[in-house]
C-alpha cells in the first residue's frame, strides 16, 4: 500500500466527512471499507428506519384524512413489498451516492478490506 497522510478505517457517519475535510486540506487520504459504504447508520439503521417510519406515517395520515375532510373510499392498506423496495431504494442511492463521492473525490483512495492498525504509523 503506499504512504498516505491519512487512513480511516470504516465509512460510518465520521469516516466520510473526516475523508472529505482532510483531502480538501490537501492531504493523501485512503478510506478503507470491509463491508458496505455509509456503515451502519446507511445500511441498517439510521436511513431505513426513517424511510419506514415515514411510510407509517403516510398511513396514518391517510388513516385520519376525514378529520381534515378528505374523503378517501376504501379501507387504507398497506402493502409491504412496496415499502420494501421504497426503503431499500433510498438505502442504495444514498450508499451509491456516498461510495461515487469517495471514489471520484481527489486525493482519497477508497479501499475495499479489513483493515486494523498495527502501529500509530502502521495498518495492514
Known amino acids: 500500500m503506499p504512504d498516505f497522510d491519512a487512513i480511516i478505517i470504516g465509512t460510518g457517519q465520521a469516516g466520510p466527512s473526516l475523508a472529505f475535510r482532510l483531502a480538501g486540506a490537501g492531504m493523501k487520504v485512503a478510506v478503507v471499507e470491509r463491508h458496505l459504504v455509509g ?24 388513516q385520519r384524512a376525514a378529520e381534515y375532510g378528505v374523503v378517501i373510499g376504501g379501507d387504507i392498506g398497506i402493502d409491504m413489498r412496496v415499502v420494501k423496495a421504497r426503503t431499500d431504494g433510498i438505502v442504495a442511492a444514498s450508499r451509491n451516492g456516498l461510495t461515487s463521492a469517495l471514489e471520484n473525490a481527489a486525493n482519497i483512495t477508497l479501499y475495499r478490506g479489513h483493515a486494523r492498525f498495527v502501529s500509530p504509523q502502521a495498518v495492514e
Do not use: H
Not at 456503515?39 to 391517510?62: D, E, F, I, M, Q
Open 39 to 62: 456503515g451502519t447508520c446507511v445500511n441498517t439503521g439510521c436511513t431505513p428506519t426513517k424511510a419506514l417510519v415515514a411510510s407509517a406515517y403516510a398511513a396514518r395520515v391517510a
